[in-house]
Structure formats: structure tokens, C-alpha cells
């Protein structure tokens, strides 16, 4: 049986179950036997969880989650943007959606998704 678990220190958490069968030291005559499901943790490999300004896709650059700002990064230009784009390489005129933030701000970037940022550090929440 398979189950799906959000983690904030892991971006995408697979969790599968493996049978362990403890056997404990003879006391008597026959030793007891416990059957027990333990969780198995993996996750994709190489994904980020915490980037700054670029171009990004959720589940392939970065996991996909709730990312976390403080804010602008660059105390001369005291904002910071996200963009969602159709396609990479796609202008800022064909944007899908997106926020321009003057302080803490958080951003959803879903699997697939394409964000462009700039101006803030983001890390991944959940």
C-alpha cells in the first residue's frame, strides 16, 4: 500500500510500507514472532527546495510545494516578482498569473508548472 505525505524538509515524500518480522530471544520454548509495516521513506533525487531569481519547473527543477519569501533580497529595489509562464523561453506578455511582493509572500508552483522569479529567495514550506 502506497501513501503520498507532505514533509517541509522533504519536497515530494513517497512512503511505501516493507514487512520486518522480529524474532526475540527464547525464554520459553518457542520464541514469539512479531509481524510489523514500517514506513520507507524516498524521494526524487536532485530536486531543490530553496532557489532564487530564474526560471524553474515544478517536479523537475524544483519540487513542486508552497515556497516561502522573506521578501525582496536587494534592499535597492525593494520588491520581488514570480511569474507563472505557458512554456520556458515564453515572454512575460504570455504570462499565466503571478504577485509582485514588497515583504514576506508565499507562492504555490504545482508539477509541471513554470515560474519565472526575481528579486527573492524562496524555500520550500511543504
Known sequence: MAATTHHPAIPETVTEYKTIT????????????TTTQVPVVT??????TQFGGGVYVGGTDVAAGTYYSDGPTNPDVPMCAYTYLPYKGASLGEADGGNNSFGPTYMQLAEGQIVQTLGCNWVLES
Not at 527464547?26 to 514472532?33: F, N, S, V, Y
Not at 524521494?43 to 531543490?48: D, I, N
Open 22 to 33: 522480529v524474532t526475540a530471544t527464547p525464554t520459553t520454548t518457542a520464541p514469539p514472532t
Open 43 to 48: 524521494t526524487k533525487a536532485g530536486l531543490k
